[in-house]
């Protein structure tokens, strides 16, 4: 159903500077095994290299004007419906994070692990990355704890009106790194 959006998109990544169109990144998923996470590319190639490294910054200068487009209308994240397919991911879950973020969980935290990761989730409808890290994280855990059929079916009516109020917030989405750590390269 979402091949022609995803065609158009994809083709828009092409033709805006010739690189390539699907972004793969490491994340991690149940039970803390890494898998390959994909995206439409909406940064300059190598972005992660530069700048704030992993972390995306408000207004971030490495996203590109398509990249723009399609990370407010969240079309970005449509090639992860094949990590759905392949069973890495489902479209309810908490987010999945890079493995540096993880390693930085306490026990509590690692409960977000016991599902797999989603598209849209709890904390997704209650602010996405305008809200702090430690609070999407909670929100992500609670959801672990109480998920049902009528939670999921409230998630997924909530997606759309949540995907218009913002994806970033300050320096780094919400994220900050912890004292005398650095992020990788």
């Given at each position: 159903?979402?091949?022609?959006?995803?065609?158009?998109?994809?083709?828009?990544?092409?033709?805006?500077?010739?690189?390539?169109?699907?972004?793969?990144?490491?994340?991690?998923?149940?039970?803390?095994?890494?898998?390959?996470?994909?995206?439409?590319?909406t940064?300059?190639?190598?972005?992660?290299k530069?700048?704030?490294?992993?972390?995306?910054d408000?207004?971030?200068?490495?996203?590109?004007?398509?990249?723009?487009?399609?990370?407010?209308l969240?079309?970005?994240?449509?090639?992860?419906?094949?990590?759905?397919?392949?069973?890495?991911?489902?479209?309810?879950?908490?987010?999945?994070?890079?493995?540096?973020?993880?390693?930085?969980?306490?026990?509590?935290?690692?409960?977000?692990?016991?599902?797999?990761?989603?598209?849209?989730?709890?904390?997704?409808?209650?602010?996405?990355?305008?809200l702090?890290?430690?609070?999407?994280?909670?929100?992500?855990?609670?959801?672990?704890?109480?998920?049902?059929?009528?939670?999921?079916?409230?998630?997924l009516?909530?997606?759309?009106?949540?995907?218009?109020?913002?994806?970033y917030?300050?320096?780094?989405?919400?994220?900050?790194e912890?004292?005398?750590?650095?992020?990788?390269?």
């Open positions: 159903m979402t091949s022609p959006l995803l065609a158009g998109a994809a083709l828009a990544v092409k033709l805006a500077d010739g690189g390539p169109v699907l972004y793969r990144q490491t994340r991690v998923g149940k039970d803390g095994r890494d898998f390959e996470l994909l995206k439409l590319r940064m300059v190639v190598g972005a992660e530069h700048g704030a490294g992993w972390a995306v408000r207004g971030d200068p490495r996203i590109t004007r398509v990249g723009r487009v399609l990370r407010l969240s079309l970005d994240e449509l090639p992860q419906l094949w990590n759905v397919v392949r069973g890495d991911m489902s479209v309810i879950g908490p987010r999945p994070t890079l493995r540096y973020q993880v390693e930085r969980y306490d026990e509590r935290q690692r409960r977000r692990l016991d599902v797999k990761p989603g598209i849209t989730g709890w904390a997704q409808i209650h602010g996405r990355a305008t702090p890290w430690a609070e999407r994280i909670e929100l992500d855990v609670w959801y672990v704890e109480h998920r049902s059929p009528k939670t999921d079916l409230l998630i009516l909530r997606t759309p009106l949540a995907l218009f109020g913002g994806t917030k300050g320096a780094r989405g919400g994220w900050t912890p004292p005398n750590t650095s992020a990788p390269p």
